[in-house]
């Protein structure tokens, strides 16, 4: 039999029971949101198009609202999508760009970002705050009575403005909470929709030191075989323990080719439910939790966001119906019917059948090795909170300090023996198998929840846990060579900020200069620093390997002239990056839009019908302080 773990029979049958009720009414629930209250945005009427859905899955967060399609253009009308008024004015380079916030009296808002431009009175009065503050990036925030606006009127133009990735306008719906809803539940005709999810690719993971996948401590990934546009399957998997399931899903539109997200994931196990997972309402303070809704060090080897369909340690996330946080526990000799539901918003939905077997660990036979190669120095990682040591050998010694375990090999992979050792128990200095010994870099657990100090003397480095650091357990790895150190495992979630201290000893450039750098496999990329002392302090949330470099090289000023009474430049910056531009007319400030992903920068007079006329200066300065300044006659 398959049992749910620390839980009896009787709640999983009540749960299961109010899971089915809830079901029943999850595609009804449109109907407890305003319908026909809103507007569509862009092209009211016509048949539109969505590049990105309510909670699609991105880096870090949980995707907020709907990306309407424009074409590939820029400059089309956006509509208030009801009466109320505009609350809120944002102005960045990066981010939402450009972006408006409307107030309606049902206790609803909604936001449209990326634009271009502001309509009328609402651009004349951003301007004229930008003058006042002489800043580019403002945040406004006008009164109930200063822009009323109708539903239907234009407030602005839709643009590719902030962090987009191609012209088309970012819309959402909040309630009076601020928690984003999903928009598509309003009941916008405007979106046509009868595709239904598909299914990519599924994973079972061993979640202990006990269980397996296909007889190993491993997590195999299986591609289903599609039947249908509904219907999916994958083959009979040999399970034993406590595992997770996790599946990489999408969903497509009609009209577009985008993948996007899945609104609801549901799984049953022998045609009981176990676990839900529905992301049609937020709050932002809950969307870095997305890092242990999916699989982050698979996403972070780049395998893709495969998403659990269990609850792991510190997710705090309220997008769950689940029966023992959805793990299962198998310990037995019998076939178990597993079926995963994908449904979009629209209440399409496609399957995945598969059969789980408990299949119990065998036990591992000594092999000759007699090898026709050199006996390979032991490999490990870190799975879950267990470390596995591949050898060429049956039994090894893993050194606790001043004692030595002697373990036996749980199973054989490729040819060589792996061992399992339960880092909750001890944390191990080293490992030796037949005649070669490798020493681990993992220093100390740290435990979520809590103030932490670890100082490592082999290193140097200093690395500082507040309360909120971590999500679950961390292996901490510590690695440092010269001035670049590396801090693991890659991959693993971070909740909230680390800091890491180090003693810069090369002499790489002037102390003022110095700023670390991420290389995760990249070209170096500003990660900043702060002076405490000899020692530079890191503030970060990824884990990662960083360096000390120095930046002295001034930024960049490439002028491209004057058309149609605007003046532009390209402006960039080799190593730190851009941090602040200014520019004055004839002694007066100018303002100077600025597009980071063009690198362009271009200006806009108070007042359209003033010439751009005489001495313009320019001074840009990076993230390090270096200066560059440019003048020209504007003739």
Request: proline share 5%; with cysteine; net charge positive.
């Amino acid at each position: 039999m398959i049992e749910l773990l620390r839980k009896g029979l009787g709640r999983l049958v009540l749960l299961s029971t109010l899971f089915f009720c809830l079901g029943t009414l999850l595609f009804a629930q449109g109907k407890k949101y305003p319908q026909g209250y809103f507007k569509f945005p862009i092209n009211p009427g016509q048949r539109g198009y969505l590049s990105g859905t309510m909670g699609e899955l991105r880096s870090n967060h949980f995707h907020s609202g709907i990306d309407i399609k424009t074409g590939g253009q820029e400059g089309l009308p956006v509509y208030a999508s009801a009466d109320g008024y505009i609350s809120r004015i944002k102005v960045s380079a990066f981010g939402y760009g450009n972006a408006l916030y409307i107030q309606h009296p049902n206790g609803y808002s909604t936001v449209y970002a990326h634009l271009k431009s502001f309509k009328g009175k609402i651009g004349e009065y951003v301007k004229e705050q930008q003058y006042s503050r002489k800043s580019f990036s403002v945040e406004l925030f006008p009164s109930q009575t200063h822009f009323k606006v109708k539903k239907g009127d234009i407030i602005g133009y839709s643009g590719n403005t902030g962090g987009s990735g191609g012209p088309h306008l970012h819309f959402e719906i909040r309630d009076r909470f601020q928690q984003v809803l999903n928009p598509l539940l309003f009941g916008f005709s405007e979106i046509v929709d009868n595709i239904s999810p598909e299914f990519y690719a599924l994973k079972i993971v061993p979640l202990d030191i006990n269980s397996r996948v296909k007889e190993k401590l491993d997590a195999p990934v299986f591609y289903p075989k599609k039947h249908s546009e509904t219907a999916y399957s994958a083959p009979t998997i040999s399970v034993w323990g406590n595992i997770g399931l996790e599946i990489k899903a999408n969903d497509k539109l009609n009209g577009a080719s985008n993948k996007n997200g899945v609104n609801t994931l549901i799984v049953t196990v022998d045609g009981k439910e176990t676990y839900r997972y529905n992301n049609d309402r937020y709050a932002f303070s809950q969307t870095r939790h997305i890092n242990v809704h999916i699989d982050h060090e698979c996403y972070k080897q780049g395998e893709g966001r495969f998403q659990r369909m269990y609850v792991a340690d510190g997710n705090k996330l309220p997008l769950y119906e689940a029966v023992n946080q959805g793990f299962l526990n198998i310990t037995d000799g019998s076939e178990h019917r597993v079926e995963i539901t994908a449904i979009d918003a629209y209440g399409n939905s496609s399957k995945l059948n598969f059969t789980l077997k408990g299949t119990p660990p065998q036990e591992t036979r000594p092999q000759p090795f007699v090898l026709s190669r050199e006996v390979a120095t032991p490999t490990f990682e870190v799975f879950n909170n267990t470390l596995k040591i591949w050898g060429d050998a049956n039994e090894c010694l893993v050194y606790d300090g001043f004692f030595a375990n002697n373990i036996k090999a749980s199973y054989m992979d490729k040819g060589q023996s792996v061992f399992l050792w339960d880092l909750r128990k001890k944390i191990p200095d080293s490992v030796y198998v037949a005649g070669k010994s490798v020493a681990f870099n993992i220093k100390e657990a740290v435990k979520p929840g809590a103030l932490h100090q670890v100082f490592d003397d082999e290193t140097g480095l200093q690395v500082n846990f507040s309360i909120p650091s971590l999500f679950d357990t961390l292996y901490l790895d510590l690695s440092r060579a010269g001035d670049t150190f590396a801090l693991g495992p890659y991959g693993f979630p971070m909740k909230s900020y680390i800091r890491v201290l180090m003693d810069v000893k090369e002499d790489i450039g002037p102390k003022r200069k110095l700023a670390y750098y991420q290389i995760n496999g990249r070209s170096p990329s500003f990660a900043g620093g702060k002076w405490q002392g000899e020692r530079l302090q890191l503030k970060t949330r990824d884990l990662g390997t960083y360096t000390v470099l120095a930046d002295t090289t001034e930024p960049v000023i490439r002028y491209l002239g004057k058309a149609r009474n605007v003046v532009s430049f390209k402006i960039w910056d080799e190593l730190s990056g851009i941090q602040s531009w200014e520019a004055k007319l004839n002694g007066r400030w100018l303002l100077m839009h600025y597009d980071y992903k063009r690198k362009f920068i271009w200006s806009e007079t108070l007042n359209p019908n003033t010439p751009l006329r005489g001495k313009l200066e320019l001074e840009v300065r990076d993230q390090m302080g270096n200066t560059k300044t440019y003048s020209v006659v504007i003739k």
